[in-house]
């Protein structure tokens, strides 16, 4: 069935660091979506790619999918200490599955 | 800013006991779903309802749990009998529709069985 692999598990960066998480599919996706996760929160969308290619900026983070809509990246530049938490991407082939996560850590 | 509502927040139960979970979805959210995540894991979909119907349980445990969205708007998830393997959170999400949607998380529901 489809799968979606997160890497890496976990990530330990200086404040200031750039941080990059990368999502991979078994299957072609029509879409990804991202989400973060706060350390006893809840998982808050923060964008979707759809189309081959795809680039899209919010501020320091920027998200990309493939041209073969089969893997996609998240990168923050300037890591900060509110960037702390996990990053979740879920692909949609059939449905939507989530990756396992990439738990972000800042230190100041 | 509307938002997903689930009670309770956390819930304690012994092993063998039923329990159960409510989720009220953002109003006029047609798409309702129940994920349970594993502390260092993603969400993995329970059940997935289409207003009132059922679209996809295939990871639902049916021999133990079981869900309702009767007029196709707030959602029961129940567990009977409860194992220890249940311990999780468990989040309902909502989205407008089955499409290329964002959803919107609740809470969750941290369940601990003893």
């Known amino acids: 069935g489809q799968q979606v692999m997160q890497i890496p598990q976990y990530q330990h960066v200086q404040e200031g660091e750039d941080f990059t998480t990368y999502c991979n599919s078994s299957?072609?996706?029509?879409?990804i979506q991202w989400y973060k996760q706060r350390p006893g929160g809840h998982p808050v969308f923060l964008i979707q790619?759809?189309?081959?290619?795809e680039v899209k900026k919010q501020k320091r983070l920027t998200f990309q999918f493939g041209e073969a809509k089969k893997n996609s990246s998240l990168h923050i530049t300037a890591t900060q200490t509110t960037d702390v938490g996990t990053y979740f991407c879920?692909?949609?082939?059939?449905?939507?599955?989530f990756g396992q996560g990439t738990e972000l850590s800042v230190k100041p | 800013e509307a938002e997903v509502a689930q009670s309770p927040r956390y819930k304690i139960t012994e092993k063998s006991q039923a329990v159960a979970f409510w989720c009220d979805p953002i109003?006029?959210?047609?798409?309702l779903y129940w994920y349970r995540q594993i502390l260092g894991q993603g969400p993995e979909l329970l059940v997935q309802?289409?207003?009132?119907?059922?679209?996809?349980d295939s990871q639902l445990p049916k021999d133990r749990f079981s869900a309702e969205r009767l007029k196709g708007v707030d959602s029961t998830l129940k567990i009977q009998p409860a194992e220890l393997g249940d311990s999780a959170m468990y989040l309902c999400?909502?989205?407008?529709?089955?499409?290329?949607?964002?959803?919107?998380f609740g809470p969750g529901t941290r369940l601990t069985v003893t």
């Open positions: 999400a909502s989205s407008p529709g089955t499409g290329p949607y964002e959803q919107y």
């Open positions: 299957t072609t996706l029509s879409n």
């Open positions: 790619l759809v189309k081959s290619g």
């Open positions: 879920a692909g949609k082939g059939g449905k939507l599955i």
């Open positions: 109003s006029g959210h047609a798409t």
């Open positions: 309802f289409q207003d009132e119907s059922v679209v996809d």
